[in-house]
């Protein structure tokens, strides 16, 4: 098995395992509602996918107080900075290794 794809990473290759990874990466940390209204996700599906990244030790969760509101802030743990980043690297390879063949119809 040579194809790039086989390197993906299916902990992160669902769309909102992907997206979620994506707006960590790009901010640090996000609180849980922006991230729920960035992603157009319910509350319980981001709390499932969150629980996937969690486990695989992609993602911390850090929960705290804004006032006497409970509040959930997420990251990206080295180890899920790594994986996103390779699994990036592999969709680019993946996309500049693909020939792309024609066939002309008549």
Do not use: C, N
Request: net charge positive.
């Amino acid at each position: 098995m040579t194809h790039p794809r086989h390197q993906l990473d299916e902990r992160i290759h669902t769309p909102v395992r992907f997206s979620l990874m994506a707006a960590l990466a790009a901010t640090g940390e996000a609180e849980f509602k922006a991230l729920r209204e960035t992603l157009e996700v319910s509350e319980s599906l981001l709390s499932q996918h969150i629980r996937v990244l969690e486990g695989a030790g992609y993602v911390y969760v850090r929960k705290g107080f804004v006032g006497k509101r409970p509040r959930t802030w997420l990251s990206l743990t080295p180890e899920g900075r790594q994986a996103f980043d390779g699994h990036v690297e592999t969709l680019r390879t993946i996309v500049a290794s693909t020939p792309v063949t024609r066939s002309d119809q008549a």
